[in-house]
T-cell receptor
Framework: EAQVTQNPRYLITVTGKKLTVTCSQN?????MSWYRQDPGLGLRQIYY???????DKGDVPEGYKVSRKEKRNFPLILESPSPNQTSLYFC??????????FGDGTRLSIL | AQSVTQPDIHITVSEGASLELRCNYS??????LFWYVQSPGQGLQLLLK????DTLVQGIKGFEAEFKRSQSSFNLRKPSVHWSDAAEYFC????????????WGAGTKLIIKP
């Protein structure tokens, strides 16, 4: 089954404790992206990648890192999380110029 | 700058009634246009897309949308809603410099009255 898998689905943690949210897709998509969703703001792009070893900043990249060492994986790293990064995070993937497929989301709470 | 506006934060309709969700965009050319739906606790699912051609687009779950260039709109419609349509709906537009990079509206929450 074609899917985008995010882990964990839920995480409560404390300020400053490094965390990684994993994202994996099994569709051989070139394009992958991370978004955060906050009430009233829709989805805002954090980082995206057009292929292996190619990543670029989106609209709200501050406080986040990503890597794309393999085509299927695109982890999101918060080196020193802060409360303003409490949000719902989505990973998405697609072939270029095709609609994006989304994971089920990761709800992060940073205390 | 490009933007997408969904003017209605919430919409309440009765089950069986018709539905129209509004989406307006700012863009200098014909964009790629999308509607996604997000059910509670779920990711976003593509309802339909417009890239070119016929301006009336059919999607899944009985939804359709019409691209109107003169009004810079891409409104989503359904003739008769079901309780299972209760969800949040997002309109998105491809960026001018990169069609697969999307700009998102803030979303419209659809509430269904029994």
């Amino acid at each position: 089954e074609a899917q985008v898998t995010q882990n964990p689905r839920y995480l409560i943690t404390v300020t400053g404790k490094k965390l990684t949210v994993t994202c994996s897709q099994n569709m051989n998509h070139e394009y992958m992206s991370w978004y955060r969703q906050d009430p009233g703001l829709g989805l805002r792009q954090i980082y995206y990648s057009m292929n292996v070893e190619v990543t670029d900043k989106g609209d709200v990249p501050e406080g986040y890192k990503v890597s794309r060492k393999e085509k299927r994986n695109f982890p999101l790293i918060l080196e020193s999380p802060s409360p303003n990064q409490t949000s719902l995070y989505f990973c998405a993937s697609s072939f270029l110029d095709q609609p994006q497929h989304f994971g089920d989301g990761t709800r992060l709470s940073i205390l | 700058a490009q933007s997408v506006t969904q003017p209605d934060i919430h919409i309440t309709v009765s089950e069986g009634a018709s539905l129209e969700l509004r989406c307006n965009y700012s863009y200098g050319a014909t964009p790629y246009l999308f509607w996604y739906v997000q059910s509670p606790g779920q990711g976003l699912q593509l309802l339909l897309k417009y890239f070119s051609g016929d301006t009336l687009v059919q999607g899944i779950k009985g939804f359709e949308a019409e691209f109107k260039r003169s009004q810079s709109s891409f409104n989503l419609r359904k003739p008769s809603v079901h309780w299972s349509d209760a969800a949040e709906y997002f309109c998105a537009v491809g960026r001018m410099d990169s069609n697969y990079q999307l700009i998102w509206g803030a979303g419209t929450k659809l509430i269904i009255k029994p």
